[in-house]
């Protein structure tokens, strides 16, 4: 069992940025597949970004330039920098780790608005 904890939402006007921070309780955080996901009211979660064990990165096309996944291995968390937000990034942000198995973290708001 992988428990994730995401932190570092919060409110930020558009074109502002905010940085989200994922810590793992596990031994072997490197060799797991990181990833966020946001569900925004009344729509379905959805795949912002993720990161192989190797830092290979894949992003959304909604996010791509403007967002960037990064992991540090030592730390046991993953991070996504958001930079240029849109109102339409407003969505609950859900940090992801699979291997054999998925688990998934609490979740944390992201609003952006003016």
């Known amino acids: 069992q992988v428990q994730l904890v995401e932190s570092g939402g919060g409110l930020v006007q558009p074109g502002g940025s905010l940085r989200l921070s994922c810590a793992a309780s596990?031994?072997?955080?490197?060799?797991?597949?990181m990833g966020w996901y946001r569900q925004a009211p009344g729509k379905q979660r959805e795949k912002v970004a993720s990161i192989t064990s190797r830092s290979t990165t894949n992003y959304a096309d909604s996010v791509k330039d403007r967002f960037t996944i990064s992991r540090d291995n030592a730390k046991n968390t993953v991070y996504l920098q958001m930079n240029s937000l849109k109102p339409e990034d407003t969505a609950v942000y859900y940090c992801?780790?699979?291997?054999?198995?998925?688990?998934w973290g609490q979740g944390t708001q992201v609003t952006v608005s003016s």
């Open positions: 596990t031994n072997i955080f490197s060799i797991y597949t």
């Open positions: 992801n780790a699979i291997f054999s198995s998925s688990f």
